[in-house]
């Protein structure tokens, strides 16, 4: 079944970097795109990036010039490298990809950034 997993987050301050990895397993990761998303106590859940099968990437106007979505396919993982975080980037990132036509989420992983 397919299945993604992140990892990485934590407490970090305003200003500061953080990598989140997303690894998957359960189908052929190579051949689909895969985004991470984002979602604050109270708040929907936002999209954050994209990265696609070829290696192209997409971002929120949040994140853009901010964050970087890359993949190793060789790993099964997505990566998001995280700079220059402000407090409102709090929130529990997930990463998420479609396959046969069903959405697949990861369980999360907590961002906190102080001020």
């Known amino acids: 079944q397919v299945q993604l997993v992140e990892s990485g987050g934590g407490l970090v301050q305003s200003g500061g970097s953080m990598r989140l990895s997303c690894a998957a397993s359960g189908f052929i990761f190579s051949l689909y795109d895969i985004d991470w998303n984002r979602q604050a106590p109270g708040n929907g859940r936002e999209w954050v990036a994209t990265?696609?099968?070829?290696?192209?990437?997409d971002y929120a106007d949040s994140a853009k010039g901010r964050f970087t979505i890359s993949r190793d396919n060789t790993q099964n993982t997505v990566y998001l490298q995280m700079n220059g975080l402000k407090p409102e980037d709090t929130a529990v990132y997930y990463c998420?990809?479609?396959?046969?036509?069903?959405?697949?989420w990861g369980q999360g992983t907590q961002v906190t950034v102080s001020s």
């Open positions: 990265i696609t099968s070829s290696g192209s990437t």
């Open positions: 998420r990809t479609r396959v046969r036509g069903n959405y697949h």
